[in-house]
């Protein structure tokens, strides 16, 4: 079974830097596309970066920065010079391929996601 639980999250002032967290088990973070997305309240779900088996990575925004670290099973995402628009709630996402692009529909497990808060 798949799990996927995200932390990290918070509040944080404008400009200031936050790193989520996904811990991952039931499958090898190492070997398929992972995923970072977000939903604000009243927005859909939108991408924020993917990273794919083979390190390829694509995110919407320069500020953030995904990582894995396959020692620890984990999915990172660092957000750097927060913005007030940045407030949502963060998930992580989890493919059964290896290779992935930024839509929704590459992804097949979902963790219930950590709620960022950013105040200017």
């Known amino acids: 079974q798949v799990q996927l639980v995200e932390s990290g999250g918070g509040s944080a002032q404008a400009g200031e830097s936050l790193r989520l967290s996904c811990a991952v088990s039931g499958i090898n973070p190492s070997t398929v596309c992972m995923g970072w997305f977000r939903q604000a309240p009243g927005n859909e779900r939108e991408w924020v970066a993917v990273?794919?088996?083979?390190g390829n990575i694509l995110r919407a925004d320069r500020r953030f920065s995904i990582s894995r670290d396959n020692a620890k099973n984990t999915l990172n995402l660092q957000m750097d010079n927060l913005k007030s628009e940045d407030a949502a709630m963060y998930y992580c996402?989890?493919?059964?391929?290896?290779?992935?692009?930024?839509?929704?529909?590459?992804?097949?497990?979902w963790g219930q996601g950590t709620q960022v808060t950013v105040s200017s």
């Open positions: 990273i794919d088996r083979y």
């Open positions: 996402a989890a493919s059964s391929r290896g290779a992935c692009s930024q839509g929704e529909r590459w992804f097949d497990y």
